[in-house]
């Protein structure tokens, strides 16, 4: 056969399809070189190398923009797509202009969606041309001209090229295991005497340029091909071979390296046969067995212990499995097994150092007495978990080291906000290099006690995420009736928590699970009035913050009348975070004046408080009074508030009601129910009966920029808009707080506490309060109640009683 007759198709019988599996998991005959294939055929692009013809390899694309373009290929009956290469290096942004002209036509057997790529397993059949486009935007759609391959017999020209193309390929094997399977692969679909698919499976072993690669996937004629197929080939070689020399000289410097390492071993070898030293596993299982000579172990656990060390007397010690099992035993053998600290259950010591460390508090500092004196009744303090909640910087986690210390106990802290993983209560199971255990099992490691103080700070903000919910698997930890045989996944040992005294702490108790919080003891921490905080500044805050600036007492002097003045106008908020940081504040720039020459001391007075610290944030202003106009008492996470609610009418030509603020869902039904509730009882209450028929009522809760809800301006909304109604201011200053139902009853509210400090700081002395809440009022400690007029109420007409008296 003469060269030009190497280019005639050769029509001979057709080879029995194979099988494989599609989209939907039916069965179909791979594709025949000799099929008749569509002359229109949807088109992807390819970004680093063309797809040769007998390649059948899986691609990765991007859903957006090709999802559509595979769901009609695989709608097609003949499920065939062309791959085309891309000038550009991000296929997804190609356009026309960027293809080459040759492909590949394919077939795709499958394709699985993972997040958002599609892996596609497709098969090459012919090379194709675009003869033309008849969709230029995705989804691509070609006209096709398509270049079967022929068959060869008897050629000798093509048979040498043939050889030298395999003897190539039996060079490279040596050099790179990986061409085995891929020759191995070909050889079960193909046979080497089918030069065609020979040359297109060779070049695709290559390392070669993309321009490269496009080049021979153009060149139809199987000579030119071969050729050009040798030649990167020949390259390919030439790289492996330089990458195995390097690969040497690495190994041969690998090599001195461990045959230093092996004389040290050897050397070691010596020295414990001559009894002058131990192997490091000798050495380590020695120091384990030192560790729980004298711990009171419990069965299960010395039974673990002793099952480990025999495991890791037969391990190698370069094995990952060794180094899982000395971290273990590290772990086990670091517990502390039955040692516990001696408490301290002297109550006197106790409220000492409490009232040492803590001005105000004395309703947090009683109940926790009474809670230690229940431990020193029954000789330990264990079994209950207490949860302190409050405003920040109001002290919840000094009370708690404050509590350690009284005790005599071990202290330990960590934070539980924005935990998201369950494995960080419960420990990672030792499945896998750099398992580690839970919290609780690092902090009694830490503290070298079992029965510590462990503050879990930041409880309400614990969330939840795949990776389990934290809060649930702090249920077993915080149950006095579970946590005696609390399991670590990754101790895999019980281990008896029931002696470690937990404290918790948070800001609100809304976002705490049910169940949780059933299992804790509610302790709540109130804001502090203005007295206490000028107490905490003089004791504690002040020396606090000289220390940190490196200022002695006697350097800086700051007035007791500016420390309330601070206070009054710069950090009116509940706790005294702030109040720290303004005294911090002063601190610095007193620093500056001695450092550049102002004698000491540094005296401030009240009146120098805006040259160091600026203008005041608060003034001191009365609240509202007019028609229309009512105080309300308000509580929010930062402590309470006082609020004016404002009621106007704007017109009488319509009936309406208007309500702004930035009032929440709850808030917005209290003021509905208000008005609800006036209208109906305008006339009983002193108002003119018709008088909401054809008005416009505009109710506004200032400060519009701050977003409020809750039910507990219920009774203050309907006094605003009785007053308005009746035209009339109420009759004195107070401040009112409850929630209204349609039938006038005053309904219990929250946060008494922070709202009695809240009208103190703004001096209004005279409150109604809903009857239900007479208890809490009274539990107030007598500094806080001191001075107060409090009316008591149960329906609405008592307040318009003491509003408009008689």
Request: glycine share 8%; hydrophobic share 40%.
């Amino acid at each position: 056969m003469t060269e030009g007759q190497i280019f005639e198709r050769e029509t001979g019988a057709e080879q029995p399809p194979q099988s494989g599996e599609l989209i939907d998991g039916s069965k179909t005959a791979l594709a025949r070189p000799t099929e008749v294939l569509p002359g229109i055929v949807h088109v992807l692009p390819l970004a680093n190398r063309p797809f040769f013809p007998a390649q059948m390899v899986p691609l990765v694309l991007e859903q957006e923009p090709w999802l559509r373009t595979v769901e009609a290929v695989m709608e097609s009956g003949h499920k065939l797509v062309g791959l085309v290469l891309v000038r550009t290096d991000n296929a997804v942004e190609a356009q026309v202009d960027d293809f080459y002209s040759m492909g590949t036509a394919c077939r795709i057997h499958k394709v699985v969606k993972v997040e958002d790529k599609l892996q596609i397993y497709a098969e090459g059949l012919q090379r194709f041309r675009i003869d033309e486009w008849i969709s230029k935007q995705p989804p691509f759609v070609v006209r096709a001209q398509y270049f079967p391959e022929t068959s060869y017999k008897d050629v000798t020209e093509l048979k040498a090229y043939t050889v030298a193309v395999i003897n190539t390929i039996k060079e490279l094997l040596p050099l790179n295991p990986l061409y085995a399977e891929e020759l191995k692969f070909f050889l079960n679909r193909f046979g080497p005497e089918e030069p065609s698919r020979l040359a297109d499976f060779a070049v695709s072993l290559t390392t070669s340029s993309k321009t490269e690669l496009q080049d021979v996937l153009e060149t139809t004629h199987i000579l030119r091909r071969l050729e050009k197929v040798l030649v990167l080939l020949k390259k390919e070689v030439e790289v492996a071979k330089a990458q195995m020399r390097i690969h040497k000289q690495v190994e041969e410097s690998i090599q001195t390296h461990q045959r230093e390492v092996l004389l040290r071993e050897q050397l070691k070898a010596i020295q414990r046969e001559l009894g002058i030293a131990k192997d490091d596993r000798t050495a380590e299982l020695e120091r384990f067995r030192a560790r729980i000579q004298d711990s009171d172990l419990p069965a299960e656990a010395r039974k673990r212990i002793d099952e480990e060390m025999q495991k890791m007397s037969v391990l190698e010690i370069g094995s990952p499995e060794y180094a899982v099992t000395r971290n273990y035993l590290d772990w086990l053998t670091l517990m502390p097994w039955g040692k516990h600290s001696q408490d301290n259950l002297d109550l006197d010591h106790a409220r000492a150092l409490l009232d040492r460390d803590h001005d105000g508090l004395d309703d947090v500092k009683d109940r926790i007495i009474e809670f230690l004196g229940v431990g020193a009744m029954k000789g330990e303090v264990a079994g209950s978990i207490m949860l302190l909640v409050g405003p920040p910087g109001v002290g919840k986690t000094s009370v708690g080291r404050s509590v350690a210390a009284a005790l005599g106990r071990k202290f330990y802290r960590f934070s539980l906000g924005g935990m998201r993983d369950e494995a960080e209560i419960k420990g990672h199971r030792r499945t896998y290099i750099g398992a580690m255990p839970g919290k609780f099992v690092q902090a009694i490691k830490d503290v070298g006690v079992a029965n510590p103080v462990i503050m879990l700070d930041e409880i309400d903000k614990v969330g939840a995420s795949f990776r389990g919910d934290p809060a649930s698997a702090l249920l077993e930890v915080l149950d006095p009736e579970q946590n005696n045989d609390f399991l670590d996944h990754y101790l895999d040992v019980r281990f008896d928590l029931s002696k470690v005294l937990f404290i918790s702490t948070a800001n609100q108790l809304d976002t705490i699970p049910a169940p949780l919080l059933d299992r804790m003891e509610v302790i709540r921490l109130g804001g502090y009035i203005t007295s206490e905080k000028v107490e905490i500044a003089r004791h504690h805050l002040i020396s606090r913050q000289l220390e940190k600036v490196g200022l002695k007492r006697k350097q800086l002097r700051i007035d007791k009348s500016a420390i309330r003045a601070i206070v009054e106008r710069y950090a009116r908020e509940a706790g005294v975070r702030n109040l720290e940081k303004r005294i911090g504040t002063i601190a610095r720039k007193a620093v500056i004046k001695i450092l550049k020459g102002q004698k000491p001391p540094i005296r401030v007075r009240a009146a120098d408080l805006e040259e160091y610290l600026g203008r005041p944030v608060f003034r001191m202003e009365k609240p509202q009074t007019g028609v229309g106009v009512v105080t309300g008492l308000a509580w929010t996470p930062l402590g309470g508030a006082t609020l004016d609610v404002e009621a106007t009418r704007v017109h009488a030509h319509t009936r309406g009601f208007k309500l702004t603020g930035q009032l929440g869902n709850v808030m917005t039904e209290s003021a509905e129910i208000a008005y609800s509730y006036i209208s109906s009882h305008c006339k009983q209450y002193g108002a003119p009966a018709d008088y909401f028929e054809n008005a416009f009522i505009h109710l506004h809760v200032p400060a519009g920029a701050t977003p409020k809800d809750g039910p507990s301006a219920g009774i203050t909304m309907a006094t605003a808009l009785l007053s308005l109604a009746r035209g009339k201011k109420i009759a004195h200053a107070l401040a009112l707080t409850g929630e209204l139902t349609l039938t006038g009853q005053v309904l219990p509210v929250g946060g008494v506490r922070e709202k009695v400090i809240a009208a103190r700081r703004a001096r209004v002395m005279e409150l109604i309060l809903p009857e239900a809440n007479r208890g809490d009022f009274e539990e107030l400690p007598d500094h806080i109640r001191d001075g107060f007029t409090v009316h008591f109420v149960k329906h609405y007409r008592e307040v318009v009683e003491i509003v408009y008296p008689t």
